[in-house]
């Protein structure tokens, strides 16, 4: 029976997606093992032969089941965001939406609604690393009542391109070379920087690109954005231009380029198995919904064009309004049957939101759906568990691969009389989808608007807005990017771009990749965006991790008052000793050893806190934490030393300063080293 609509996105006992996806969960402890066919299996060790040394007989089912079905595991990778993890969560609704759409999940306050949210890569492909230098893809579905409405986004939020039609040409050069397919998930080659030289438009994505955000620390710090324009269309018909922002509760933090680099040979899983560890010890991700407005009637009041992806909306000109809180509170049971098969498609709406002209969002409107039919088998793949709604669903579409429901009586078509004409179309009060009737003139040409020329005045603020070491970081990047390029004649042509961003930047780069100084001149734009700075963001010290570097002999009443004050903040911690087990204090107190120094590593922590003391090994134990300290000290992390711990932060390169708690006559440290957590990074630190 068709549930009435409840606003909700929950049935009265629970979570309705979890609700529906547990009918498709199959837990095999304990049971006897069968085919597929259901028949229960004698031996799963050897196959059918004729003789103990004769050959296989091909009436051995069993072997060709699980053969058949081991040899059709693997489906097509997605072109671009191949490399993803996802998570379930929900989405609280804290302010009605109502005044401006008629989207049933915006509402009522404090309404829930199932999601389910993919983070990913988009240039590498599945096997590669996370921390790759690269756009994030942050797609969330939301199973409402009205039916599934996929906000299908990156970390960035603008795009490299203005029109779909050049998609292909962006990934093409992108990828891998193709003749010798180098490098993966990297954009540092002849290719790529080729294409930015010769389509302009690129110039503020590539500032974004070539900034910090491009390595983001974790998915629980990132901003996710939906790029395009979008509408909302309230009952009455009225419409406004919006964009979506997700801002993260921990605030946007990133890595270092140098961190990210060891972290992707250390840990090529650094990022999911973060997100992974964090809900399931119930340090839940949570990203809190924002919109942006503004009316129709002042679509042209902007010096850029509001529906041109490569424009940003600062948020100093349109705010961002808080809606609501979206909270992942669940991992998924199977990353192949949910995260791998899920089907985004920015064309998923429901009523009350709707689409602009932006030509990057229509070409996505069909590419999207276009794309899911060869990944995942055809038509029939909303029927896949994890893409189910959680709506009914009543149509004349029929049979197909692996066609899953059973549709019952003779007719399939619409109109008709044997079934009184059902399954019937809404009217808008019924809850149909009505597009927003825009009027839409004039020739039919191919070609783009004057109004999407200007290429780099959005740069040159992104540009404005950054602190100095975010600055220095954007030359470093560029010039490890373009360094690696061989053409010298494509180096020129990028310093010769970016001198329109910043002409000291440019000639910088110039110098480091090795051409000659850059023709032309700055544009002439003085506005900044302080929402656009990570020196801007929230600094807390909740669900950071810090490495304890320890040994047997420490003293035990003053590390574990530490340790108590680094869990009163929230704080996580690992115990990193020369051997996995029990480390002894001198004065009684045990804790146990998680990691040794050869089982983690320093740039898979946010601060150490240098203890000491002994070890069997002492000269092998001392150089370890040097290792550790020197590395951590480099990459500007707050370092907290224990009284035992002097002599081996004495001993390693890092110096005192910035970032640097020592516990000698520091009756507060504990509190201290906590607030230099929060911070993250010491950018004003000499690490030379």
């Avoid at 991790?545 to 008052?561: A, C, M, Q, R, W």
Wanted: glycine share 8%; charged share 25%; hydrophobic share 40%.
């Amino acid at each position: 029976m068709d549930k009435p609509w409840s606003n909700s996105g929950n049935s009265a006992d629970g979570n309705a997606k979890d609700q529906q996806l547990e009918q498709f969960r199959v837990d095999n402890d304990g049971k006897k093992m069968t085919t597929n066919q259901g028949i229960k299996v004698s031996n799963d060790e050897d196959s059918l032969k004729a003789g103990v040394r004769g050959p296989t007989l091909m009436e051995d089912f069993h072997f060709r089941e699980k053969i058949t079905h081991f040899d059709h595991e693997r489906i097509p990778e997605r072109v671009v965001h191949a490399r993803g993890y996802a998570a379930h969560g929900e989405f609280v609704l804290y302010e009605s939406m109502q005044e401006y759409t008629k989207a049933g999940f915006l509402q009522k306050v404090g309404s829930k609604t199932p999601v389910f949210l993919r983070f990913s890569n988009v240039v590498g492909s599945l096997g590669s690393m996370d921390t790759a230098r690269d756009v994030r893809g942050f797609a969330v579905k939301f199973y409402t009542e009205e039916g599934n409405y996929d906000l299908v986004g990156n970390n960035i939020p603008v795009f490299f391109i203005q029109d779909a039609i050049k998609f292909p040409d962006l990934i093409h050069a992108a990828k891998p070379e193709p003749n010798n397919e180098m490098p993966q998930a990297a954009t540092a080659h002849d290719t790529f920087w080729d294409f930015v030289a010769n389509n302009q438009e690129s110039a503020h994505m590539i500032m974004w690109l070539m900034s910090d955000r491009a390595i983001p620390k974790n998915y629980r710090m990132i901003e996710g954005f939906g790029v395009h324009t979008f509408r909302f269309i309230n009952d009455k018909g009225k419409s406004r231009f919006v964009k979506f922002h997700w801002k993260p509760v921990l605030g946007v933090h990133s890595l270092v380029w140098d961190e990210a680099q060891i972290i992707a040979g250390k840990d090529t899983d650094f990022q999911r198995r973060d997100l992974w560890e964090a809900i399931e010890i119930g340090d839940f991700p949570e990203y809190e919904l924002g919109i942006q407005m503004i009316e129709q009637d002042e679509e042209f009041r902007f010096d850029f064009d509001i529906l041109d992806a490569t424009k940003i909306w600062p948020e100093e000109m349109v705010p961002v309004k808080i809606i609501g809180k979206m909270t992942l509170n669940r991992n998924v049971d199977n990353v192949f049957a949910e995260t791998e098969q899920v089907a985004f498609h920015p064309g998923n709406v429901v009523p009350g939101i709707d689409f602009t002209n932006d030509p990057l969002l229509q070409g996505r409107l069909f590419s999207y759906l276009d794309t899911q039919l060869i990944r995942l088998g055809g038509p029939n793949f909303a029927e896949i568990p994890i893409n189910r709604p959680i709506c009914p669903i009543h149509n004349n579409q029929r049979n197909g691969f692996s066609r899953q429901t059973i549709n019952v009586g003779r007719v399939s078509y619409h109109k008709n009389s044997l079934a009184n004409n059902t399954p019937s179309t809404s009217t808008a009060a019924e809850g149909g989808f009505v597009h927003y009737e825009e009027k839409v003139e004039g020739r039919i040409t191919r070609s783009r608007s004057k109004s999407f020329d200007d290429h780099f005045s959005q740069a040159r603020l992104f540009w404005n807005s950054m602190s100095p070491p975010e600055k220095q970081h954007i030359i470093n990047a560029f010039s490890f990017e373009v360094g690696k390029v061989k053409s010298q004649s494509v180096r020129q042509q990028v310093v010769n771009m970016f001198v329109r961003v910043d002409k000291e930047m440019a000639t910088i780069i110039a110098s480091n990749v090795g051409v000659n100084k850059p023709v032309g001149e700055q544009i002439n734009v003085t506005l900044s965006s302080p929402a656009l700075s990570q020196a801007n963001t929230v600094k807390l010290p909740q669900t950071l991790k810090v490495g304890v570097l320890i040994g047997d002999g420490f003293d035990g009443t003053e590390v574990n008052n530490v340790l108590k004050v680094l869990t009163k903040y929230g704080v996580r911690y690992s115990i990193i000793a020369e051997r996995l087990g029990a480390i002894k204090s001198k004065d009684g107190v045990q804790l146990t050893a998680t990691e040794t120094y050869q089982t983690t590593d320093s740039v898979l922590f946010d601060a150490l806190y240098v203890v000491g003391v002994k070890a069997d090994n002492q000269a092998k134990f001392n150089q370890d934490i040097q290792i550790y300290i020197n590395q951590a000290f480099r990459h500007y992390k707050p370092i907290g030393v224990a009284t035992t711990g002097v002599p081996f932060f004495s001993a390693s390169n890092a110096k005192l300063g910035p970032g640097i708690v020592i516990a000698t006559g520091n009756a507060d440290f504990g509190k201290k080293f906590v607030d230099a957590i929060a911070k993250q990074r010491f950018w004003d630190r000499d690490i030379y």
